[in-house]
Nanobody, 119 residues
Framework: QVQLVESGGGSERAGGSLRLSCAASGRILSIATMGWYRQAPGKQRELVSVITRVGNTDYADSVKGRFTISRDNSKNTVYLQMNSLKPEDTAVYYC?????????????WGQGTQVTVSS
């Protein structure tokens, strides 16, 4: 069993910054890709950013240059630094992890954290 716990969401004005964290715990041998997704009201969940275990990253075009993903493998934690926030960044942000245990490999999701950006 693996749990992903997100923190750091909240409300911010346009142009401000927020930092999200997601810590994985449980039966973990290693974690391959970790990432952040978001879902705005009435829209489908979309990829924000992903990072591999060795630090290769990818970003949605809408957040390139504003958001930075990072991870601490020793803590099984992934971060998302969000700068120059825009109202269109408002969404529930979900953490995702590709977890390898001693007997299986599965994808896990966090419970989501709300990010609200006002103009």
């Amino acid at each position: 069993q693996v749990q992903l716990v997100e923190s750091g969401g909240g409300s911010e004005r346009a142009g401000g910054s927020l930092r999200l964290s997601c810590a994985a715990s449980g039966r973990i041998l290693s974690i391959a890709t970790m990432g952040w997704y978001r879902q705005a009201p009435g829209k489908q969940r979309e990829l924000v950013s992903v990072i591999t275990r060795v630090g290769n990253t990818d970003y949605a075009d809408s957040v390139k240059g504003r958001f930075t993903i990072s991870r601490d493998n020793s803590k099984n934690t992934v971060y998302l630094q969000m700068n120059s926030l825009k109202p269109e960044d408002t969404a529930v942000y979900y953490c995702n992890a590709d977890v390898v245990s001693w007997t299986s490999r599965n994808e896990y999701w966090g419970q989501g954290t709300q990010v609200t950006v006002s103009s």
